[in-house]
């Protein structure tokens, strides 16, 4: 089928929950996609952040392909080597003592919220149940993770939302520290907004939201869905900060593309989910279990996050060049790979002029570019991104 009729038969066929770019894509390597007429492009969504180490990196596809032909599925009703050794590395290598596997990251925060809630539940005084999270975040689209993202536009025509969430602005001790209340159980929040347009913490933010969870008897929950599997130039980004959580989340990276997700914490929080109180049918099953084997190794033996420092930082640099060209640059932020570019402009005529000039960014807000290529790019990938963002730009 030509591109113009697959696109028509997915306009027919497939409900309209996504603008789509005009292009079909069907192959991918390393940093690089073709699309259905044979054109290349220098990806730098990494299907949002996603394929951090590039479109079929060979050990996790050889990973998946042992795994296929071995065991894919029995259910949690069984125990799974593949399971027990994933949980085994990412308990080794974080905070935590404990995992629950799922299959994407709304479903890793609905798993985070329900633990928070049954945690106070079982444990602390009085009826406490409400989380509180920062004005900005993206959390997911579950009823219960949509209202914890405290964006209005993400809400509009799907009131009732489930009660016990409050909303404070992101980057504000002093206004996280007033909104405690007595029924408050937990904090959630991304240690670098991520959908919002790569909005950065301050310094001491994350070591204050740390000290108000303490002092108030909170669980600190961080969303690493977006900046957690070596976006930000280590394995979390909350070891930038020096703070640890009580609950993590994590997908996206997880599986580098087969859909992983994971929440992490502590035996003492963890005791709260008895078997019966959670589930998922899916979730840990031995051919996801596989690829996040492969990619955790991946990151951990193969220089992966050095790389992703390095030409992270190389990144900035040249985009800070451009911002010397071109008024309508305001800012450019980010740590690691996970790189925004705040314009005056709006952003999708720009990313569409990359689309055409064979690069794929995507806008997170109308006005801020983002930046998550595979961390496994070169300084090359970058002068060539830059050289037709330059382009682009022009008009
Ligand atoms: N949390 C954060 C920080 C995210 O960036 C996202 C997705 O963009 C999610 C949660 C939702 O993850 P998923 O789309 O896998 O459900």
Redesign the pocket.
Known sequence: MKTEELIAQSDRNIIGTYRRQPVVLVKGAGARVWDSDGREYLDFVAG?AVCSLGHSYPKVVEALRHQAGVLTHVSNLYYTEPQIRLAGMLVANSFADKVFFCN????A?EAAIKLARKYAHDNLKGDRYEILTMQGS????TLA?VTATAQEKFHAGFAPLPEGFRYVPFNDVRALEKAVRKRTCAVMV?PIQ??SGVRMPSPDYLGGVRQVCDDRGLLLIL?E??TGMGRTGKLFAHEHFGIKPDIM?L??ALGNGYPL?ALLTTDRVASAFEPGTHASTFGGNPLGMAAGIAVLRALLEDGIMDNCREVGAYLRERLGDLKEKHYMIQEIRGMGLMVGMNLTVDGAAVVRRCLEKGLLINCAGEHILRFVPPLTITREDVDRAVEILDEALEG
């Open positions: 949002i994407s990251g709304t479903e925060n993206f959390h997911g689209r993770a991304e991520g959908e969303d869905v977006q989340t997908a996206k997700g």
